[in-house]
Each structure stands twice: as C-alpha cells, then as structure tokens.
C-alpha cells in the first residue's frame, strides 16, 4: 500500500527480503518482484513452502522453490524436547505416525463438541484473569460465534467486561467495553493509531479493546503484539469508530 502511494521510494540495488513468504499472496508477490525488476533489485524469499498458503490466491513460494531451488535448515531450534523436533519434521510433510508422538506426550485431547468447548472456555478466561495475552481458535466461524458469546458472558460474570452497555455487532453478536473485537474491513483512510511512529491503518484482522461507548461512537483502542513475557500491549491512544460497522 504505502508503495502503491508512493510513500516509500526503494533505491537501486536494493535486496529485498520477503518473510514466511508463503503467506504471501501471488498478486502481492508478482508486485514485489516487478518493482525490484524496475529498480534493479535482488528479491530473498523465506519462510516454509510446505505450510499453509496466503488466504488469498497462494502458492507462489512452492512455485519458486520448485523452479529455483532452495536452501533449507536442517535443524530445528525453536523446540526444547529432541521428540517434538523430530515430530515436528515429519509432520511437515505429512507424516501421520508423527500424530502418535503428539498424543504420547498429551500434546492431542479428544472429547465431545459440549466438553471440548467447557474445556476451552475455561483455559480462556483463566489467561485472561492471568493477565496473558490469549489466542482460542475455533474450527468453524460458528463455534468462534458460540465460544465468544459463552466466554463474554463469563467475563461479564467476572467483572472484565462491564455488560451494562452495549453495541450490536454481526450475527447478532453484542460487545461491551472490556470486549475484544476483531475488525473483518479494510480502511485505508482511517488511522487507528501510530506504533513505532508509523500510521497504521484499519485491517482485516485488527483486534481491539472497547474502551468506551458514545454517543458519536465506540471509543476502541487497538491490540499490539504481546510484550516478552507474554502481557497484552495496546496502542498508545484510542480512536472513535463513528460507523460502527467498520468493526464488525
């Protein structure tokens, strides 16, 4: 975007690196290499041809290592215990007896849909109450719906999400302050904040925080990256939402 608007200029020569490239899009790649073809640049592609693709039109990194080769890490470091490396490895590339490790090390648990959800439910609001930074995901966009709404109501319960107030988001779902939401539009001329000194602007996928709701809004404030030891971050200053179907 900022180089579409001529916000960034890439001097000549420049070596251009392309992080978990397969996250990438082929229309956002092919506009990375035409503009380091114009300006004379070198494009580095990394990341993991073998994981999921970008949720737009992918697979433009696998095209790449397939026509072009690649080099590739041999070891992997991110992992503590030799089991879960080697597990790691083998489930990449679709080992299904690597699944056994998982369960071995109770890694993989199985219940019904009602206990599954209980389960989650409860490992949620209890790193909330922890003060952690928490991420639940769900297979379906209805579980997502249900488990949101069963785990705000425990929040409100808490006392985290004051349930007094409240604006309609979709599906018929409600939010409060104290409510996390996650913005499903983009707006290119709505700045959210300025981490870093830099304007972000809202994205598909923003999650924020309702500070307070107005008569000319709802006053959110948006989720950074947690900090190092695992406690949420938020942008430095709020902004009002005026359409509020900008965040739903």
Aim: glycine fraction near 10%.
């Amino acid at each position: 975007t900022d180089l579409a608007h001529g916000k960034i200029t890439i001097p000549r020569g420049s070596l251009l690196i392309i992080d978990e490239g397969s996250m990438m899009s082929n229309e956002h790649t092919a506009a990375v290499v035409s503009i380091a073809e114009r300006r004379g640049c070198k494009v580095l592609v990394t990341g993991d041809h073998q994981q999921l693709a970008a949720p737009g039109s992918g697979g433009a990194m696998k095209l790449m290592a397939n026509r072009l080769g690649f080099s590739q890490l041999a070891v992997p470091v991110r992992f503590k215990a030799a089991w879960e490396r080697e597990a790691s490895l083998a489930l990449r590339v679709g080992d299904e007896s690597a699944l056994e490790q998982y369960m071995i090390h109770g890694r993989i648990t199985g219940a019904e849909r009602a206990e599954m959800f209980g389960q989650a439910r409860r490992a949620y609001v209890a790193g909330r109450l922890a003060g952690e930074d928490t991420l639940l995901m769900a297979y379906t966009r209805e579980d997502c719906r249900e488990l949101s709404r069963q785990i705000r109501d425990d929040l409100v319960h808490l006392g985290l999400v004051d349930g007094s107030g409240e604006v309609r988001l979709s599906h018929g779902a409600a939010a409060s302050v104290g409510d996390l939401i996650v913005a499903r539009k983009n707006d290119h001329h709505l700045i959210t904040d300025r981490e870093g000194g830099e304007a972000h602007e809202l994205a598909n996928g923003d999650i924020f925080r309702i500070e307070q709701i107005t008569g000319k809004g709802v006053l959110v404030r948006r989720v950074l990256e947690a900090a190092e030891d695992g406690t949420p971050r938020f942008a430095d200053q709020p902004v009002i939402y005026r359409d509020r179907k900008s965040v739903v």
